[in-house]
C-alpha cells in the first residue's frame, strides 16, 4: 500500500507550505515530517519519498533532516519513548545509571522497543533542562530529577495507561 496522506492531511500540508514564501517549501520540511510521524507513527524511506514529492524536493534532503533530529524515528517505537539526556550535565548527575536501570527494567538496550511494543529506549543530546538532571523526555513533556525509583513510577503509570486503553 503506497503511503499517502488524507484529503485532510493534505489541506494541512498545503497550510503549512503558504506560511513561507513561494520556492521556499523546504522550509516546511520539519513540521510536514511531524505531520507524516503522527500519521504513521515512523518514517520509513517510503514516507520520507512521499514528504520529498509533496515539497518537490530531493530526497536525500529530507534523509538529512529526518536523520540528524532525535525527534524523528526512523523505524518503528512503542507508545512510550524514553529519550534519556547523556550529555555531559545529565552524565555527572547520573543518567548513566537511569540508562542502565530503565534497561535492566524493560530488558532492552537503547534503541530497542519492547516486545509488547510499549516501551522504547533512546538517548538525546542536550534536551536543555540541565538543570533539571538527570533527566528524560516522554513525547512533549519532561521528566526530570530522575531516580531509579521515580522511572519505576513512571514505568507503572504508562503500564496501567495502556492496560485502561486496552479494556
Known amino acids: 500500500m503506497a503511503v499517502q496522506f488524507s484529503a485532510e492531511r493534505l489541506a494541512k500540508v ?9 520556492g521556499k517549501q523546504k522550509s516546511a520540511l520539519m ?16 514516507t520520507m519519498d512521499y514528504v520529498g514529492g509533496l515539497l518537490n ?21 512503542g507508545k512510550h ?8 550535565p545529565c552524565m555527572l548527575r547520573g543518567s548513566d545509571d537511569i540508562i542502565a536501570h530503565i534497561k535492566n527494567r524493560l530488558g532492552i538496550k537503547v534503541g530497542e ?10 538517548t538525546a543530546e542536550c ?13 512533549k513533556f519532561y521528566k526530570e530529577h530522575l531516580t531509579p525509583e521515580k522511572v519505576d513510577a513512571i514505568i507503572e503509570e ?7 486503553a486496552s479494556i
Not at 32 to 39: C, K, M, S
Open 127 to 139: 534536551l536543555g533542562a540541565c538543570g533539571y538532571a538527570p533527566m528524560m523526555q516522554m513525547g
Open 14 to 22: 498545503q497550510e503549512i507550505v503558504a506560511r513561507y514564501p513561494q
Open 81 to 88: 519513548v524514553f529519550e534519556v539526556c547523556h550529555t555531559g
Open 57 to 77: 524536493i530531493e530526497p536525500i534532503e529530507v534523509y538529512e533532516v529526518a536523520t540528524f533530529y532525535t525527534m524523528y524515528n526512523l523505524k518503528p517505537v
Open 158 to 164: 504508562c503500564k496501567k495507561k495502556a492496560q485502561t
Open 113 to 122: 522497543t519492547t516486545p509488547d511494543g510499549l516501551f522504547t529506549l533512546k
Open 31 to 46: 513540521p510536514v515530517l511531524h505531520l507524516a510521524q503522527e500519521e504513521w507513527g515512523w518514517l520509513s524511506a517510503e
